[in-house]
C-alpha cells in the first residue's frame, strides 16, 4: 500500500525575485527556513504560487535545486513539473527527481484541453518515466479542464500516482473519488478555504498558499483534522476566513507577495503579466491583516 507523501499542511512556496528580476536566493533560502521552523511538514516549490509560468526552464531548475539543497531533508519538497507539453513535463519530472525532491506536483495540462482519455495518456507516459510519486493538480478554473473522477480511478491504479491536489470547489467530485478510488489514492486540499470540509471527506491535509503568511494556523488546522477534531478546526477555518479570503481578492500569488511585503519579508515584486494588487484591494488585504494580528492598525 503506498503511503502518502505528506501529510499536515505543505506550503505552495512564494519565489522571491530581486529588483533586476532574477530570483533572490538569499531571501529564497530564509523563507524556507522560516516555514520549516514554524511547522510545515512539505515545501511545494514552483508550482502556481512560487511562479513557474514565468520561470525560464533554467531558472525552474535551478530554484528546484536550490530548495532541495537548503532543505536537506528536513521536511518533503514537492516539486512542480506539470505543464501542457508532455515532453516538458517529463523533462522538469526527470530533473526534479536528479536533483533530489521527494514527489512531483503535477497540474493538468492547460490550455490545449485534453480529453479525459488524454489526460490518462499523459500522465502515463509521465509516470512511464519517473520513479517519484506524483500528485495530479486539479484546478480547472486556470486549466481549463477537470479530473472526473472515473480519470481518478483509472489513474489511481499506476504505482506513481499518489494523489491528487484538489483545487476545483467541487465536494461531490471529491466525494465520487473517494467511492471510486483506493484508500491509498491520496487527497490534499488545493484551496485554504476548503481545508476542513475537504479533509472531512478523508483528505490526508492541504497544499496552501496561505502558510507562506500563517504556517502556524495552517499546521494546527490541518493537524487537528487529521485527529479528528473538527469542531476546533472548524473554528480555525472560520477565524480565518476574512484573512483567507483576502489572500484571493485577485489572481494567486499576487495578493500573497503583497501580505508577505506588508509584513516585511521582502520578497520583491512580480513578474509580468501579473501586476501589484489595485489600491483597494491592498487596502482590504491590509485590513484582514490587522484583524488577524499580522499587522499594527495605521494610526
Known sequence: MREPVFTGVCSAIVTPFLDSGGVHYDRFGQLIDQQIARGVDAICVCGTTGESATLSIREHIAVVEYCVRRVNRRVKVIAGAGSN?????????????????????????????????????????IAQRVELPMILYNVPSR???????????????????????????????????R??????????SGNDDQVVPIMSLGAKGVISVAANLIPEVMARMSHLCLEGNFREAQALQLAYMDLIDALFLEVNPIPIKAALNLAGYDVGSLRLPLCD???GNLERLRRAMVKAGLLQKSA
Request: with cysteine; hydrophobic share 40%; aromatic share 10%.
Open 85 to 125: 507539453d508532455t515532453s516538458a513535463a517529463v523533462y522538469l519530472s526527470q530533473h526534479a527527481q536528479d536533483s533530489g525532491a521527494d514527489a512531483l506536483l503535477h497540474v493538468t495540462p492547460y490550455y490545449n484541453k485534453a480529453s479525459q482519455a488524454g489526460l490518462i495518456k499523459h500522465y502515463e507516459h
Open 143 to 177: 486549466t481549463g479542464v477537470s479530473f472526473a473522477a472515473e480519470t481518478y480511478q483509472v489513474l489511481s491504479q499506476l504505482p506513481q500516482i499518489n494523489g491528487v491536489k484538489e483545487a476545483s470547489g467541487n465536494l461531490s467530485l471529491l466525494a465520487h473519488t
Open 179 to 188: 467511492a471510486l478510488c483506493g484508500e491509498d489514492f491520496y487527497i490534499w
Open 277 to 279: 494588487m489595485s489600491s
